[in-house]
């Protein structure tokens, strides 16, 4: 969805209120387009995961307007169902990314000897 204001409108059709209500829970799963403005940002948050992490931020549920208790982590399923049509894992976005070289730290004191990753592409420091 192009802005987080669209995913809160949908948010007051399933549970009343206004989107004030439910703009700041998705503001926050959106907040990392500010790190990266394309589909890639929402490796994240849009996740299992990150549905439990809104709900340390916000608490477990939320009272809107109309006076109706929601609990957080629905609401957060309901943004990544609308991003995504599915609630991935962290680990599946994980598995999505490219392994580079930099990404691996290797000590200058670590021993001469290395082991190689799995997919036999990278040394991982022993």
Same mark, same amino acid.
Do not use: C
């Given at each position: 969805?192009?802005?987080?204001?669209?995913?809160?409108?949908?948010?007051?059709?399933?549970?009343? +209120?206004?989107? #004030?209500?439910?703009?700041?829970?998705?503001?926050?799963?959106?907040?990392?387009?500010?790190?990266?403005?394309? =589909? $890639?940002? /929402?490796?994240? /948050?849009?996740?299992?995961?990150?549905?439990? =992490?809104? #709900?340390?931020?916000?608490?477990?549920? =939320?009272?809107?307007?109309?006076? /109706?208790?929601?609990?957080?982590?629905?609401?957060? #399923?309901?943004?990544?169902?609308?991003?995504? +049509?599915?609630?991935?894992?962290?680990?599946?976005?994980? $598995?999505?990314? #490219?392994?580079? $070289?930099? =990404?691996?730290?290797?000590?200058?004191?670590?021993?001469?000897?290395?082991?190689?990753?799995?997919? +036999? !592409?990278?040394?991982? !420091?022993?």
């Amino acid at each position: 969805m192009a802005h987080s204001y669209f995913h809160a409108v949908i948010s007051v059709k399933k549970w009343g +209120g206004i989107p #004030e209500d439910y703009q700041a829970i998705h503001s926050w799963f959106d907040g990392s387009k500010a790190i990266l403005a394309d =589909m $890639r940002h /929402r490796a994240l /948050r849009h996740h299992a995961e990150g549905i439990f =992490m809104a #709900e340390q931020v916000f608490g477990v549920t =939320m009272t809107n307007s109309a006076g /109706r208790t929601v609990p957080v982590r629905l609401i957060g #399923e309901q943004h990544v169902l609308d991003d995504l +049509g599915h609630i991935p894992s962290f680990a599946d976005w994980a $598995r999505a990314i #490219e392994p580079a $070289r930099w =990404m691996v730290r290797v000590s200058p004191h670590a021993p001469s000897t290395q082991s190689v990753s799995p997919a +036999g !592409a990278l040394p991982i !420091a022993a």
